[in-house]
């Protein structure tokens, strides 16, 4: 395993999580934050004693799936919209897995709608980090569920008639026990989310205003916009959900970014092992590897 040069004071050296994969993201994409940002997560996780091979990041198709190639610890790519069953899977099959999907607006907020939903309702211990372009940019900037009205694209030339919904609200009502949003142009804002979201035992998801310099520039946008929370109590639900509703997704108002919501629910799966005594998994393993051979 390679290692960075040893740190000052004798620092433990953290370990480089670079791939010889080529990126091939356009220049000035938002992904080259969350890229920087969940490394440095990474690299502090395994730096506390989680070991590399306990990281596994689960992504689907599009621009946030190639993130996958560019970090060197365990991975699985799915079908578009199917990142959460399968994290959930992973999860589930291996507790002391560090379990974060990667997934854009497109297969979280449409093709994988009823799979995030349900893993927020049953508090799946799953970090999701959704990069929320509100656009298809893989796809040459087709409209997507996050598209405000009037964004002309490919399969909208006239202008999308389609107004985007709050993802934050819906994960709220549906159970999400920690939520929050962040923005592509603050590296250390996102790290800290992100290293609340995976600490925290439950669902954790993180809107990550994603810029797509390509098809949907935003940053001039966002920067006039965007303020960082605080004074806020992620533990009062009526205070998150106010803060969560203060912006649609389309409306010209400020932005807030920061931590907004954490709750304490039963995590989905502590209560398999209670059933029948438990299951003896590597017992089952052996029965059907002897029954193959």
Request: hydrophobic letters at 40%.
């Amino acid at each position: 395993m390679s290692t960075e040069k040893q740190g000052a004071k004798g620092a433990a050296p953290a370990v480089k999580l670079g791939t010889y994969a080529k990126n091939t993201w356009c220049p000035g994409c938002g992904n080259f934050a969350i890229l920087n940002a969940i490394k440095a997560v990474f690299q502090d996780l395994i730096a506390g004693g989680t070991r590399r091979e306990d990281i596994v990041v689960v992504a689907d198709i599009g621009c946030s799936s190639k993130i996958m190639d560019y970090i060197g610890v365990n991975s699985f790519d799915s079908l578009h919209g199917r990142a959460i069953p399968t994290a959930v899977g992973v999860k589930l099959a291996n507790p002391e897995l560090k379990v974060v999907v990667h997934i854009g607006d497109g297969g979280a907020y449409a093709e994988g709608l009823e799979h995030l939903l349900f893993a927020a309702r049953r508090n799946a211990d799953i970090t999701v980090i959704v990069h929320d372009n509100g656009v298809y940019a893989l796809t040459i900037g087709q409209a997507g569920p996050m598209t405000p009205p009037g964004y002309k694209g490919r399969s909208t030339p006239y202008g999308s008639e389609s107004t985007p919904f709050n993802p934050l609200e819906l994960l709220h009502v549906a159970g999400a026990t920690w939520l929050g949003r962040g923005y592509t142009h603050g590296i250390p804002l996102l790290k800290r989310l992100y290293s609340e979201a995976i600490a925290h035992r439950g669902f954790s998801l993180v809107d990550t205003l994603q810029v797509c310099v390509t098809f949907r520039n935003m940053y001039d946008y966002y920067n006039e916009r965007v303020y960082e929370l605080e004074g806020h109590d992620p533990r009062d639900e009526d205070a998150a959900l106010a803060k969560i509703r203060e912006w649609d997704y389309a409306a010209d108002v400020q932005v807030a970014l920061g931590a907004f919501l954490k709750r304490e629910r039963p995590v989905f799966g502590d209560g398999f092992a209670t059933y029948g005594g438990g299951i003896d998994v590597e017992g089952a393993v052996a029965e059907v590897v002897t029954a193959l051979t």
